[in-house]
């Protein structure tokens, strides 16, 4: 279903009992609410939470920012290597106050927020913006933005900003397979046709590359959070894996150690997606963060 949010048209959906605990789902950079795979949903609403999904501004099947234009990687991502100052259509904190407004058109006073890679920063955000809403966080696979950090390859950023070699459902498809395999969890390969099946859905729904391309400006604009996390309060579990060639590994211990109410869990050969071996480790989790609230 749709509604309105911030001023925007969003996409969302709820699973589980409207009695359960609130659990927002924020995805990352690009992704639409499939990145939350049916199955990770079944169990987080077999442990008691009223699960919500949405899709980010500029993504899936919420509302377009074309007007805005489509940004040059290029020059952005040479911008953010000399530290020079990137101009972004739009904000992380803006995407946070969508998700802020989300939950009260649901009529939900505070929820538990897990956010993945980019949904990890918003989630940053929106505990910064308005912490009486949220009384859990769960950061997957994310970061603070802190310039010292380690970032991905060469080969890793080239293939963030490539695009597939045609406009054919299949050229897209096999693209994003080829993303998945560069940056993947190398212990929890996911079958081939299974792959080929949810990223021919993902792009059958919807297929933004300017969207992402403005959110991954909108990533290097933010800078680092870095100062401002010691102000966050929520329980918080960081959840990152020690393989993953795109946020590396030292940015989840740096979370953990610049948010006072952190805890960490490092998974061996975790990659930068969400391995259905693992859901069960993360619905622990965020679960058991969730209690400590």
Known sequence: MQLAANGI????????????????????????????????VELLVERGFRVIRFDNRDSGLS???????????????????????????????????????????LGIASAHVCG???GGMIAQHMALIAPAR???????????????????SLKVRGALISRPL????????????????????????????ALHDRFTRSVRRSYRPAGAARQMVAIAADGDRSPKLRAIRAPTLVI??????????????????????????LVDGMGHDLPDALWPR????????AGRA
Do not use: C
């Open 9 to 40: 048209r969003l996409e969302v959906e709820e699973h589980g009992s409207p009695a359960g605990e609130p659990l927002l789902l924020v995805m990352g950079l690009g992704m639409q609410l499939l990145g939350w795979h049916e199955g990770l």
């Open 166 to 193: 045609s406009n054919t459902l299949k050229a897209i498809v096999e693209h994003h397979v080829r993303l998945h395999d560069l940056i993947g969890s190398p212990a929890y390969p996911q079958p081939r046709e």
């Open 116 to 118: 993945a890679s980019m």
């Open 240 to 265: 990152h894996g020690h393989a993953d060639p795109l946020v590396p590994v030292a940015a989840g211990r740096d979370l953990q150690a610049k948010i006072a109410a952190a805890r960490i869990d």
């Open 282 to 289: 993360f619905v622990d989790g965020i679960a058991s963060v």
């Open 63 to 105: 509302e377009r920012f074309d007007h805005l234009g489509v940004p040059n990687l290029k020059m952005d991502s040479l911008r953010h290597v000399l530290g020079v100052r990137i101009r972004s259509p739009y904000a992380l904190a803006d995407m946070a106050a969508d998700a802020i407004a989300l939950l009260d058109a």
């Open 134 to 152: 949220v009384k859990s966080l769960t950061l997957m696979m994310t970061s603070s933005g802190a310039r010292h950090l380690p970032g991905p």
